[in-house]
């Protein structure tokens, strides 16, 4: 059974900072494309930032240079460190895991994070 859990959201202030962690059980981890997803009401999904197996990481201009993706193949877990969070990065935060070439592709159930000014 294949699962991804994401915690670490909540509420901070305009120029504040939070730690995202998606917990994953049930894929070879190592092997996928991790990343983390958005949708802000009313709004489609966006891609936020994402990271390869083998290290490559890319991101969403919007997040450059205030967003970190991580990974953790030892502990099957996923971050996204965010410091100087704006209000517009309020959203629902997903977790998502592909394999390359394949049909393989996860979601989370979300978390939310709401910033405030």
């Known amino acids: 059974q294949v699962q991804l859990v994401e915690s670490g959201g909540g509420l901070v202030q305009a120029g504040g900072s939070l730690r995202l962690s998606c917990a994953v059980s049930?894929?070879?981890?190592?092997?996928?494309?991790m990343g983390w997803y958005r949708q802000a009401p009313g709004k489609q999904r966006e891609l936020v930032a994402t990271?390869?197996?083998?290290?490559?990481?890319k991101y969403a201009d919007s997040v450059s240079g205030r967003f970190t993706i991580s990974r953790d193949n030892v502990h099957n877990t996923l971050y996204l460190q965010m410091n100087s969070l704006k209000v517009e990065d309020t959203a629902v935060y997903y977790c998502n895991g592909k394999l390359q070439n394949t049909r393989y592709d996860y979601w989370g159930q979300g978390t939310q994070v709401t910033v405030s000014s």
């Open positions: 990271h390869t197996p083998h290290y490559r990481t």
């Open positions: 049930g894929i070879l981890f190592r092997l996928y494309d």
